[in-house]
């Protein structure tokens, strides 16, 4: 079993790209009130489809994206894929957003932009534990600095001793940081791997079979 992460600089971002999103998506995106913040969440809307339309051969602006929150009626939870056995995972820091795709519940990405003065053994145990936190869909709902994990291995979870984890380090490019997580009741196969692709080729090309609405 293998996950797919996919990475892009914000300056990837079209103009065509909105095609792909459907009306509650741009609705969500529209209300971000920061520029930069909007720009980030949109890139990671867009890579999001056109990464899992590249794993499942339908046309990104076909597939259907629930983002129910657990607690309010907002669709800015956590993505899911009704119809598909995928999970995906979303995250974005500075000019990066990278987006994680496996056949398999329980995945998490985190990035980081790396802060000037910040020690980079504090930056990589943040990624660690937030990518643990979004891989079982608690995110800020525990505290993140309760997760014990090693640079591989999830150590332990608060209030889930049953849970098993798998984490990758990510090659995100010069000044981030980023961690993938695999997390669940029993381990990961020892087989498990993770593929990591930039995504440029999708974010100018589309998808083979699928359609590129309107120009660049």
């Known amino acids: 079993m293998a996950a797919t992460v996919w990475w892009a600089d914000l300056g990837l971002l079209r103009r065509w790209h909105h095609g792909v999103l459907d009306d509650t998506e741009r609705r969500r995106l529209a209300a971000i009130v920061h520029p930069r913040h909007r720009r980030q969440s949109t890139l990671g809307a867009v890579l999001l489809r056109l990464a899992v339309a590249h794993h499942v051969g339908v046309p990104a602006d076909r597939l259907r994206v ?12 956590r993505p899911r894929l009704p119809g598909h056995r995928l999970s995906v995972s979303v995250s974005h820091s500075g000019r990066r957003v990278v987006v994680a795709v496996a056949a398999r519940d329980g995945l998490g990405v985190d990035v980081e932009r790396v802060v000037p003065g910040q020690r980079p053994a504090d930056l990589e145990l943040w990624c660690r534990r937030e990518a643990v936190a979004k891989a079982t ?10 997760i014990r994990v090693s640079p591989t291995r999830l150590l332990t979870y608060p209030g889930r ?5 798998r984490l990758w380090d990510l090659r995100p490019g010069r000044g981030y940081r980023a961690v993938a997580a695999l997390v669940g009741p029993m381990p990961p ?12 080729a999708l974010l100018t090309r589309g998808v083979p079979g699928g ?3 309107g120009p660049s």
């Not at 001793?161 to 984890?165: A, C, D, I, N, T």
């Not at 087989?191 to 990591?196: I, S």
């Open 66 to 77: 629930v983002r129910e929150c657990p607690s309010c009626p907002e669709p800015h939870g």
């Open 211 to 213: 359609r590129r609405p």
């Open 137 to 146: 869909g608690d995110g800020l709902r525990i505290r993140v600095r309760d």
């Open 161 to 165: 001793p049953e849970l098993h984890g």
């Open 189 to 200: 196969p020892p087989r498990a791997r993770l593929v990591e692709r930039r995504a440029t």
